[in-house]
């Protein structure tokens, strides 16, 4: 199961993660289940909140099964690491608000740094966040991590079939959430990404699962 969501994380298709697997009869589809089911158990485990210094907000908008989400994106520039992420149907101020809120009440009263969108602006003053545009070498960081999580999200199409309500909406955004905290472990725990210039970040969570310890010691290998 760790290897193969570690080969789909690196960058290849589901189908071409399951082909090292066929011996042991793991199609596709298993792979995106596995991610499904370790999401919400990679997401607990995070930057350690005391060496946040800054932090810079972006947001993108990616197929959802045909409709139009926006992923909102917390990232750490001097980590290199994930911090959070929102989901939603829109990119507004009530969305950065909710998200911008999250963030204070779990890094403290930390800079925001943004590219001076109008809604991240009102949302910082209404969370009581210190606001910052962030210069030009800066935003283009920002503008390569954002691309990093886009080149992952080509196939939400066909793993996110959504429609805008009841359970269908609710599922989409569950799915995605699960992906998204798979991938943010990957990124700040498991890869060494050369674009970005970063090694992993060190592992100081206590009381983890044991099985879980050796899934980041083996991929780490």
Not at 93 to 98: F, T
Request: hydrophobic share 45%; with cysteine; proline share 5%.
């Amino acid at each position: 199961m760790a290897y193969a969501v570690y080969l789909y994380f690196s960058g290849l298709s589901l189908r071409r993660a399951a082909r090292p697997l066929r011996l042991i009869v793991r199609s596709h589809v298993s792979i995106w289940r596995w991610v499904q089911r370790l999401g919400p158990i990679l997401g607990s485990i995070g930057a350690d909140p005391r060496e946040v210094r800054r932090i810079f907000i972006d947001e993108t908008m990616v197929d959802l099964g045909g409709t139009p989400a926006w992923i909102w994106i917390a990232f750490e520039p001097d980590l290199r690491a994930i911090l959070d992420f929102h989901v939603s149907w829109r990119g507004n101020s009530i969305d950065a608000y909710l998200f911008i809120r999250r963030l204070v009440r779990r890094y403290g009263g930390v800079p925001i740094h943004t590219d001076g969108a109008g809604w991240c602006a009102d949302a910082c003053g209404w969370a009581g966040a210190e606001h910052i545009v962030y210069d030009r070498p800066l935003r283009n960081l920002m503008e390569r991590m954002i691309q990093y999580l886009k080149d992952r999200t080509e196939a939400f199409d066909d793993l996110f079939p959504a429609r805008k309500s009841g359970l269908a909406s609710g599922r989409a955004f569950e799915r995605l959430r699960n992906w998204l905290s798979a991938f943010t472990f990957m990124h700040n725990f498991v890869f060494e990404d050369g674009d970005l210039g970063r090694p992993p970040l060190e592992w100081r969570e206590e009381g983890m699962p044991r099985w879980l310890d050796e899934m980041r010691r083996m991929l780490r290998l």
